[in-house]
């Protein structure tokens, strides 16, 4: 019993030392460089999706936006390479994760962070740590409103 | 002039991943999960089509769009295909996205060294 209290002591002790050493980002710089970088970033792939149609005016429209996302996900790709995507990251926050550019962004940054592990248990393994539970839960609930869409 | 909308939407969504961040901590992963389960609601409720209409690159871009697209593609597969669409659908019309995901990301990290650990 004695134990169990100072062991719950300790990770008191230790929460609050984590709160501290947390870093603390102020709210309102970071809500107006997110809404900014986003709206860029947005903005960049409607050029692009533009330029394809401009380029190739018989394509469908699905097509073009599938385009417009591949060169967007391999721009990001290159960017996190050569290290740039992390410096926008931390002056973004979550304008540089939400857009697509994000998702292309946590499959390449683990890759090349676990390069040294090997290309299996490495790069092939750690590219899904975050894109592994978007595929699943996007591929999950687009599998039940296919049912639902089954009977009505 | 459409570019206006497309700048304030997709920066308006990022702000809200932004919010999120701030007020609960959040991860990016779980960013991520959660604006593709956005999507796939938006597009099972009929609401993403009208919205992507005027607000173009500013949905389609955000990863809410590719969860809507993972939802358009699974309810159009299965009025087309049966219940075998519901397990196609999805991925079919997401491949893109995640192949070229995937294959740039094993690419350059066979090229690119990591910057972190200096």
């Known amino acids: ?152 | 002039m459409y570019y206006l909308w497309v700048f304030l939407i997709g920066g308006l969504v990022c702000m809200l991943g932004q919010v999120l961040i701030i007020y609960t901590n959040i991860t990016s992963a779980r960013i991520l999960v959660t604006f593709v389960l956005i999507g796939v609601l938006l597009q099972a409720f009929g609401i993403f089509d009208p919205i992507s209409e005027f607000a173009r690159a500013g949905i389609n871009v955000p990863i809410i769009g590719f969860g809507a697209s993972l939802a358009k593609g699974a309810i159009s597969a299965v009025k087309s295909k049966g219940l075998l669409g519901a397990f196609t659908g999805g991925l079919e019309a997401t491949a893109g996205g995640i192949a070229a995901a995937i294959f740039f990301a094993f690419i350059f990290s066979l090229i690119f060294k990591s910057k972190t650990k200096n």
């Not at chain 1, 410096?87 to 926050?93: C, L, Q, Y």
């Not at chain 1, 393994?125 to 009505?152: Q, R």
Request: glycine share 10%; hydrophobic share 50%; aromatic share 14%.
């Open chain 1, 1 to 152: 019993m004695d134990k169990h209290m100072e062991a719950k002591k300790r990770n008191q002790a230790y929460n609050r030392y984590v709160q501290a050493k947390i870093p603390k980002t102020k709210p309102w710089p970071s809500l107006f460089n997110s809404f900014l970088v986003g709206g860029i970033i947005c903005c960049i792939g409607q050029g692009i999706n533009d330029l394809i149609l401009l380029w190739f005016p018989n394509m469908a429209e699905q097509s073009a936006w599938a385009y417009t996302l591949i060169v967007l996900i391999f721009i990001a790709s290159f960017l996190t390479g050569i290290g740039v995507y992390d410096k926008i990251g931390k002056f973004a926050g979550g304008g540089s994760i939400v857009p697509i550019t994000g998702f292309s962004n946590s499959i390449t940054s683990p890759a090349v962070e676990f390069k040294h592990e090997g290309i299996i248990y490495g790069i092939c393994v750690k590219m899904f740590t975050i894109a592994g539970p978007v595929i699943v839960s996007g591929v999950v609930a687009s599998f039940i409103i296919g049912v639902i869409y089954l009977f009505i």
